[in-house]
Antibody
């Protein structure tokens, strides 16, 4: 069974840093590209970052570029998000999400498995 | 950045009725559109990818159509468990973007 379990959320002061982790199991983690998607309280979904399976390619939303860093450790089946210079606009539930691959093995740029999310609250 | 606009914001229907949700893209995205369902307190669930392909395990009452800039998610006959939020998402360009969502509520 595919499982993605986020951790590392909590209360952080404006200007502070937080590191999120996502532990993956039930699939060959090293073969899949991964993403972080967030959802502010009562708001919609916002994709924020992508990392390829081999770590060669990363992308960020403009809203987090230069402040957040995505990384992964394929040996540990783990995905990370280092968040710096946090503001109250970063308050959200953060989900890790796996890229969907079709039967031919092509990534489809959509997300077939999601974790339950971890809440990050930026407040003084 | 590609903007996705969903309509209506809220759809009030009864079980057994047909639901038609719309998603319009700010530029041509071919068929690179997905639909998700989200229930309160839960992560989103992938329903449809590439405009019309049902994801694994998704009931046949869910169907998607469209290409270019205009897309539709249809739920042929609403079941009680279908009352939820629905989001569209494009994979044509980076950054990936989502629509603002359509809430399907019980009338």
């Amino acid at each position: 069974e595919v499982q993605l379990v986020e951790s590392g959320g909590g209360l952080v002061q404006p200007g502070g840093s937080q590191r999120l982790s996502c532990a993956a199991s039930g699939f060959s983690f090293s073969s899949y590209s991964m993403n972080w998607v967030r959802q502010a309280p009562g708001k919609g979904l916002e994709w924020i970052s992508y990392i390829s399976s081999s770590v060669t390619t990363v992308y960020y939303a403009d809203s987090v570029k230069g402040r957040f860093t995505i990384s992964r450790d394929n040996a540990k089946n783990s995905l990370y998000l280092q968040m710096d210079s946090l503001t109250d606009e970063d308050t959200a539930v953060y989900y890790c999400a796996r890229d969907f691959y079709d039967s031919a093995g092509y990534a489809r740029g959509v997300f077939d498995y999601w974790g339950r999310g971890t809440l990050v609250t930026v407040s003084s | 950045e590609i903007v996705l606009t969903q309509s209506p914001a809220t759809l009030s229907l009864s079980p057994g009725e047909r639901a038609t949700l719309s998603c319009r893209a700010s530029q041509d995205i071919s068929n690179y559109l997905a639909w998700y369902q989200q229930k309160p307190g839960q992560a989103p669930r992938l329903l449809i990818y590439d405009a019309s392909n049902r994801a694994t395990g998704i009931p046949v009452r869910f169907s998607g159509s469209g290409s270019g800039t205009d897309f539709t998610l249809t739920i042929s006959s609403l079941e009680p468990e279908d009352f939820a939020l629905y989001y569209c998402q494009q994979r044509s360009n980076w950054p990936r973007t989502f629509g603002q969502g359509t809430k399907v509520e019980i009338k």
